[in-house]
């Protein structure tokens, strides 16, 4: 019991420190963490690994997605505005190339009929 209330109390201290902290020395509160951990894994090798396991899962989303979110978001939402309207841009060039071609493509079908009325009425 002792060695799991001195565990909890240890975890305890370092994630509310770390969120208080800046990143490098949370990033440095994370190293001396595993440290003290492997010390400990001497004694609990499974309770070890199960802790190491919960603090790099939390730190990863606690640096990475509180620092990449926030910048990614306004560069996300940019470029996907960029792309989204040259992507109109595009579509809508195409549909009236598109349309341009079934004009001419139906005035050559019309073409088509009338010279093969003519012809079916100068025959008969």
């Known amino acids: 019991m002792s060695l799991i209330s001195s565990l909890n109390m240890s975890l305890n201290i ?37 802790l190491n396991i919960s603090l790099n899962i939390s730190l990863n989303m606690n640096l990475i997605s509180s620092l990449n979110m926030s910048l990614n978001m306004s560069l996300n939402i940019s470029l996907n505005m960029n792309l989204i309207s040259s992507l109109n841009i595009n579509l809508c060039t195409t549909l009236v190339r598109d349309f341009a071609n079934l004009q001419k493509f139906c005035t050559f079908v019309m073409f088509i009929l009338c010279f093969y009325e003519i012809l079916v009425h100068v025959n008969f």
């Open 14 to 50: 370092s994630l509310n420190m770390s969120l208080n902290m800046s990143l490098i020395r949370s990033l440095n509160m994370s190293v001396n963490m595993s440290l003290n951990m492997s010390l400990i894994s001497s004694l609990n090798m499974s309770l070890n690994i199960r």
